[in-house]
């Protein structure tokens, strides 16, 4: 199985603030990677697809990069509704897995 | 508008059954692929299923494989996970979500809560 590890799994910022995420994959996945924010008490919210592909509607502030086995989300200008738990999901084989997730929260 | 509302969720004892089921609307369903994802309590996502448009193609992960089965009516634009021999650690949200392509999870239900307890 790929296994997904994302660092850090706590990122304490503040609004406006530029926010990075890493994501790792245990062997390549060429760009078959997605990104999805979850809010409390809600379903996922799918944000990115091809590791750098935004899905329609999603902001423009959010953006994904990387290849292979490393990748990273990124979100330029923090937003009072950005703070949530994202996670980085590999769909190159079976079984698709998901990184342990990363929580942005306020400073 | 996609819509995808899970039901069948409940409290259920160790060894015991359940069936969850999706209704799908707003999209035509016997064209996209399907799948079950859950998040137990406070933790994170874990892919449990996949099912092709026509039922053809069906994947399992390790943790539910021989315990739990995917199924589809197309007719009734419906997704069903039958779970048996139900397990403590099978604890979680079951969530409902289309796949499409180039894309795992475009759209999620609201998940249905599935407590295994005695």
């Known amino acids: 199985d790929i296994q997904m590890t994302q660092s850090p799994s706590t990122l304490s910022a503040s609004v406006g603030d530029r926010v990075t995420i890493t994501c790792r994959a245990s062997?390549?996945?060429?760009?078959?990677l997605a990104w999805y924010q979850q809010k409390p008490g809600k379903a996922p919210k799918f944000l990115i697809y091809?590791?750098?592909s935004l899905e329609s509607g999603v902001p423009s502030r959010f953006s994904g990069s990387g290849s292979g086995t490393e990748f990273t989300l990124t979100i330029t200008s923090l937003q009072p509704d950005d703070f949530a738990t994202y996670y980085c999901?590999?769909?190159?084989?079976?079984?698709?897995?998901f990184g342990q997730g990363t929580k942005v929260e306020s400073k | 508008e996609v819509q995808l509302v899970e039901s069948g969720g409940g409290l259920v004892q160790p060894g015991g059954s359940l069936r969850l089921s999706c209704a799908a609307s707003?999209?035509?369903?016997?064209?996209?692929?399907m799948n079950w994802v859950r998040q137990a309590p406070g933790k994170g996502l874990e892919w449990v299923s996949y099912?092709?448009?026509?039922?053809?193609?069906?994947h399992y992960a390790d943790s539910v494989k021989g315990r739990f089965t995917i199924s589809r009516d197309n007719a009734k634009n419906s997704l069903y996970l039958q779970m048996n021999s139900l397990r403590a650690e099978d604890t979680a949200v079951y969530y409902c979500?289309?796949?499409?392509?180039?894309?795992?999870?475009?759209?999620w239900g609201q998940g249905t809560l599935v407590t295994v307890s005695s």
């Open positions: 979500a289309r796949t499409r392509a180039m894309v795992p999870f475009d759209s």
């Open positions: 707003g999209f035509t369903f016997s064209s996209y692929e």
């Open positions: 099912i092709s448009g026509t039922a053809y193609t069906i």
């Open positions: 062997q390549s996945i060429n760009s078959w």
């Open positions: 091809k590791a750098s």
């Open positions: 999901q590999q769909y190159k084989s079976y079984p698709w897995t």
